[in-house]
């Protein structure tokens, strides 16, 4: 199952940058890549949709410690996988937030399909417009500059949320676990987040999320 650093060729930034780049320069309405204008969506999405393999999945929610009573948000959450798996696995409540409106149409069918409609909600939303406060696990599957942006929202949830990431981590922060995988790594943060003691000098992206 190729990943989003596979499918950059590499796991160099440069790369991730260039898979953007040809993102950026393709056009709107691609069925299942990105929405056509007028069609419900909100904006193009930042990153293409690649789905995690199910065994990462497994172990995703393995390094949550899941409990009973959590609310998981999957933010980007393309044909639904994650929150399912959550929700058959552990009977958990999940909202999957997906940008891209033919993602958010696959995923309701599949929620339903599989049984899951009582739990899970999927939302057409942005995740940068989101207010994370409510959810306690939350999961990533999103391009290395994605997750740094995400940062100030994740910085306001409550102490003890688990965030846990497949691919790439947070730029600056110190993971409280991380795992290898056959595809990727997998990284896992308790709020509060920590950050690296070391600074680089001079201003920069870390002024923006301390
Ligand atoms: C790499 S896929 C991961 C899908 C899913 N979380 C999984 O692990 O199988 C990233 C997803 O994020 C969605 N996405 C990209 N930008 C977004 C945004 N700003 N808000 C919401 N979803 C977005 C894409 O459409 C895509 O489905």
Not at 87 to 103: F, M, N, S, T
Not at 110 to 129: E, H, P, Q, S
Not at 145 to 161: A, E, F, V, Y
């Amino acid at each position: 199952m190729p990943s989003l650093k596979g499918i950059a060729g590499t796991a160099s930034a440069a790369l991730a940058a260039a898979l953007l780049l040809c993102h950026a320069l393709l056009p709107d309405g691609i069925a299942g890549v990105f929405h056509e204008k007028g069609d419900g969506g909100i904006r193009k999405p930042d990153v293409i949709w690649v789905p995690t393999p199910y065994p990462v999945i497994d172990k995703m929610l393995e390094m949550a410690s899941i409990k009973r009573g959590d609310l998981l948000y999957d933010l980007g959450s393309g044909d639904g996988r994650i929150v399912i798996t959550a929700a058959q696995k552990y009977r958990i409540r999940a909202v999957g937030y997906e940008i891209d409106p033919y993602l958010v149409e696959e995923a309701k069918m599949m929620v339903k399909d599989k049984g899951v409609d009582g739990l899970v909600r999927i939302v057409c939303a942005d995740i940068y417009t989101l207010d994370l406060s409510a959810a306690s696990v939350i999961t990533l599957y999103l391009l290395p500059d994605m997750n740094l942006k995400l940062l100030p929202q994740l910085r306001r949830c409550r102490p003890g949320t688990r965030i846990v990431a497949y691919d790439f981590g947070i730029a600056d922060t110190v993971p409280d676990r991380v795992e290898r995988t056959a595809g990727g790594r997998i990284y896992l943060w308790k709020t509060p987040i920590r950050f690296e003691k070391r600074r680089p000098k001079g201003p920069g992206p870390w002024k923006n999320h301390r």
